[in-house]
């Protein structure tokens, strides 16, 4: 199959979702988007549900390939993280932005979809958690647990007013205390969760 020429159908097909949505566009409106006939299109995608899937795996896989570069970046751990989720937060604006349609892309209960959007967020959510065991969260479900509240954040601004402004200082402040867990030690004479330990006993003693 000729890339380009793909690339040139899912061009069209999201000219043609800015312009009318999913439900409304047509294999015509893409054939007339790219200026072909439409069994030329047809020698590309399937049908016009097929068009649509290629261009959320598109779209999704473009975002998916800027968090891996921001996760491999040699930077502090704290930047690659916010590298990864801003390339969530990124895609989010291009969608919203462009057109009230564009947004079904991100619809994880739409039909056409929702595959696309839970492999997507799988992958930053592993993403995420290995990024916080490399930071030193050796405890697997407190990586996880991190990687959760981050991509929850990020899911809660994406629609907020000035989100752009918002997610820097939002990030770098839970980033930073979920961080900070990774170095805290309970004081002496007390277990993990802050309880007084027996005397003689130290922090740990109970688990070995």
């Not at 047809?42 to 097929?50: A, G, I, L, S």
């Not at 492999?119 to 065991?133: G, K, Y």
């Not at 006993?201 to 109970?206: I, K, L, S, T």
Request: charged fraction near 25%; aromatic fraction near 4%; proline fraction near 4%.
């Amino acid at each position: 199959m000729d890339a380009d020429r793909l690339s040139e159908v899912l061009d069209a097909t999201y000219a043609c979702l800015v312009r009318h949505g999913v439900r409304r566009t047509t294999m015509d409106d893409i054939a007339s988007a790219m200026g072909v006939s439409r069994s030329a299109v047809y020698q590309y995608v399937r049908n016009k549900d097929d068009a649509f899937r290629k261009l959320a795996e598109r779209l999704h896989a473009q975002a998916l390939q800027r968090a891996r570069q921001a996760a491999a970046q040699d930077a502090p751990d704290a930047h690659r993280i916010r590298g990864v989720l801003a390339a969530k937060h990124d895609l989010a604006l291009q969608l919203i932005g462009d057109s009230p349609h564009t947004a079904e892309l991100m619809d994880a209960k739409a039909r056409l979809f929702a595959e696309t959007c839970s492999t997507f967020t799988t992958e930053l959510h592993a993403l995420l958690t290995d990024l916080f065991t490399q930071a030193g969260t050796t405890d697997p479900a407190r990586a996880t647990e991190a990687a959760d509240i981050c991509l929850a954040l990020v899911i809660g601004l994406e629609t907020a007013p000035d989100s752009r402004r918002l997610l820097p200082r939002a990030t770098d402040a839970l980033i930073t205390g979920l961080l900070q867990q990774n170095t805290r030690r309970p004081p002496a004479g007390r277990d993990d969760q802050g309880a007084e330990l027996p005397d003689g006993a130290h922090p740990g003693a109970a688990a070995r």
